[in-house]
């Protein structure tokens, strides 16, 4: 067995830890959380499982790296903190910890990371022995390794197109949906995720990821972006009111340029409510799902639709990314240490894990 620690116990966080405790290989070894509510709960029910796993959550991190776990899940968030982010990352690898997080976007790709965030992995990874595996949370299967595996049945290729249309209304992220990406602000506030190069600093890496899957050179990364506003005021089920006038929908799209012509797309649909932009692609019911469309001979296209925690899509589509970070862990641990990417890990089976549930 491998044990494994998960740093986190938000919506990322509580998702692979149902994953460790249901996986044949790994055995979860310690949970770090950050808000003092949390510590001395038990990971089941941090989890929101309905059984105890024995495993009380914990603030000392020093301790828990001392333990040398062999795997750690950094769930932690590092949307507006990713220098502590890498820190706590860091200080995991050099413990000799085989880490798998999504908290880290400046390195989806390594290969063109910005010497600041690469050169202190590899540091740590040579004085630690441990590795770094980074896969996003949109998820990144979605824009990396699916892609790839169904433009193997095209028989030409004219556009790879990743979409993420979603539904925030039963969404539990306030700080994220209203400040982070602006829904409910005035039109003329400018949400961080949306600011010029902020989709290519996030989504740039996924996008030069599928350029070197697919063998072909990139001649620059653009971004397109576009709000609406609300027609009518709205309330959430968990986060309040939005009101009219107010933005009520994105559309932006990270295209990697190829010969002059968008070739590479990952674009994301989000709303605050269904009525919004209605014109905009939407799910094919539902609350959410996730697509992927090759144009080409023939033109492919395939939606996912996950759900997990009494049905909410947007908690599937965090269990996925989960599990293809929880699912690499094996893998890791058997293969040299070092930085990997998606192109690199394998999307591993479900070995094992036929019909059986969490102990």
């Not at 202190?120 to 022995?129: E, H, N």
């Not at 919004?276 to 144009?295: K, Q, T």
Request: aromatic share 6%; proline share 8%.
């Amino acid at each position: 067995m491998i044990p494994t620690v998960v740093w986190g116990t938000g919506n990322m966080g509580r998702a692979a830890i149902r994953a460790i405790a249901a996986h044949p290989e790994l055995e979860l070894a310690g949970v770090l959380v950050h808000n003092p509510d949390k510590v001395g709960r038990d990971a089941g029910s941090l989890a929101g499982l309905d059984y105890e796993l024995g495993i009380a959550a914990t603030a000392d991190i020093d301790g828990t790296l001392a333990a040398r776990p062999r795997a750690l899940v950094y769930a932690a968030s590092g949307d507006i903190r990713p220098d502590d982010a890498l820190a706590d990352i860091v200080k995991a690898i050099a413990a000799g910890a085989v880490v798998v997080t999504p908290a880290l976007y400046a390195l989806y790709d390594p290969r063109g990371a910005a010497p600041e965030f690469r050169q202190p992995v590899l540091d740590a990874i040579a004085a630690g022995g441990g590795s770094l595996f980074v896969s996003g949370v949109d998820p990144g299967w979605g824009n990396d390794v699916l892609p790839l595996l169904i433009s193997g049945l095209a028989g030409t290729v004219d556009v790879v197109r990743c979409q993420e249309i979603f539904d925030y209304t039963t969404y539990d992220q306030p700080d994220s949906v209203r400040w982070l990406v602006g829904m409910g602000q005035p039109m003329e506030y400018e949400p961080p995720m949306l600011a010029p190069t902020v989709p290519t600093m996030v989504w740039g890496g996924q996008v030069r990821l599928l350029a070197r899957g697919l063998g072909v050179e990139l001649d620059e990364i653009r971004e397109t972006v576009d709000r609406r506003a609300l027609d009518a005021t709205v309330t959430t089920e968990r986060m309040g009111d939005f009101e009219a006038g107010t933005q009520g929908a994105i559309r932006f799209e990270v295209q990697g340029i190829v010969e002059g012509e968008p070739r590479i797309i990952i674009e994301h649909v989000t709303r605050i409510h269904p009525d919004c932009a209605r014109d905009w692609p939407l799910p094919p019911d539902g609350d959410g799902a996730h697509r992927v469309i090759i144009e080409g001979r023939p033109r492919i296209e395939v939606s996912i639709e996950a759900t997990d925690e009494g049905g909410n899509r947007s908690a599937g589509g965090n269990a996925t990314a989960a599990g293809r970070l929880v699912n690499a862990i094996s893998w890791l641990t058997q293969a040299e240490p070092g930085l990997y990417d998606a192109l690199d890990v394998p999307l591993t089976p479900a070995v094992g894990k036929l019909g059986r549930k969490n102990p």
